[in-house]
């Protein structure tokens, strides 16, 4: 079961830049593996200025506490990134996004001796073809790249996504 309130704040600073921040608490419960019931606290900051009707570029920070009854596990994470939303010729729409973030557990790790420490770099690039519909959803190419470094050796892995879908919203 997951509980999430969340309280998102939008503000257009000036006619062309807009400020998302978003606070969220969420309860996590598990009915098998109740070692990572918790909670996660998470605070996101999106600016946002408009290029042109065309094109929208994105800086994003933003921090998590995840709180978890046994201390190794429990972690302070900070990430910041930036992004770019560019309509291209061929009605095709390009929408790409870097983050890359830091996290640190609060206690030392089983056999690690020392808290667990993980640096994480996230891709993700959108091509939608927004001119084409098919009983009006549009055709999207997503692909994902994720590449995670730490200290502890089982929590180090590299992940490569591909997704086709169609989508309503482009």
Do not use: C
């Amino acid at each position: 079961m997951v509980l999430r309130p969340q309280i998102t704040i939008r503000h257009l600073l000036l006619p062309s830049l807009n400020l998302e921040t978003r606070l969220s608490h969420r309860l996590n419960t598990f009915e098998v593996g109740d070692w990572s019931d918790g909670t996660t606290t998470s605070l996101t900051n999106r600016l946002a200025p408009t290029m042109s009707p065309s094109q929208v570029l994105y800086a994003m920070a933003g921090g998590d506490r995840i709180k978890i009854d046994y201390e190794h596990t429990s972690t302070w994470a900070g990430w910041g990134g930036l992004g770019i939303y560019q309509e291209v010729p061929r009605g095709i729409t390009v929408y790409a996004v870097g983050k890359l973030g830091y996290s640190i557990g609060d206690g030392d790790y089983p056999l690690l001796f020392a808290p667990r420490e993980m640096t994480r770099l996230d891709t993700r690039m959108v091509l939608t073809k927004r001119d084409f519909s098919f009983y009006g959803l549009a055709p999207q190419l997503e692909y994902t790249y994720t590449n995670n470094w730490s200290n502890d050796e089982l929590s180090e892995y590299e992940a490569h996504g591909l997704a086709v879908t169609l989508t309503r919203a482009f």
